[in-house]
């Protein structure tokens, strides 16, 4: 399981107000780029994605994972929601490299390159595969424990 740096750590840290003020615009943008892939498009639900619920929901999740990353214990019943919601919807390890390469660029594209400078994108880089290991293996649990049942 990928850990984050404490460089990287306190980058996302500090990028938190950012978050906060552009997080929907980060999300709307980031699900317009992972959209172009229409398998992962089907894995979404359209309703949630109009009525902007979906794009909220994830701006606040984001928001709360920067400001928790060091508490990442804070964040325990979030977590098991969205490995809740993964296991419904069939996300699998190889869904999460597509999610990367549209929040990376999504951030950059919102916040401009004067604040999302390479290195903060290389800290969300290491913040995002830490959360998504961390997902990755409560979800193959959850799917384990699933198929004994």
Known sequence: MRTISAEAMQIVK???PAIEKHG???TTAMYARLFRNPEIEAMFDRAAQESGEQPRRLAGAIL???KNIDKLQNLGSAVQRMVSRHIETGVKPEH????AEALLPAIREVLGEDLATDEVLAAWGEAYWMLADILIAAEA???????AA
Do not use: G, K, R
């Open 14 to 16: 500090a990028t938190a």
């Open 24 to 26: 929907l615009a980060i």
């Open 64 to 66: 709360a994972y920067a």
């Open 96 to 99: 999460y490299p597509h999610v």
């Open 141 to 147: 649990q959850a799917y384990e424990t699933a198929s």
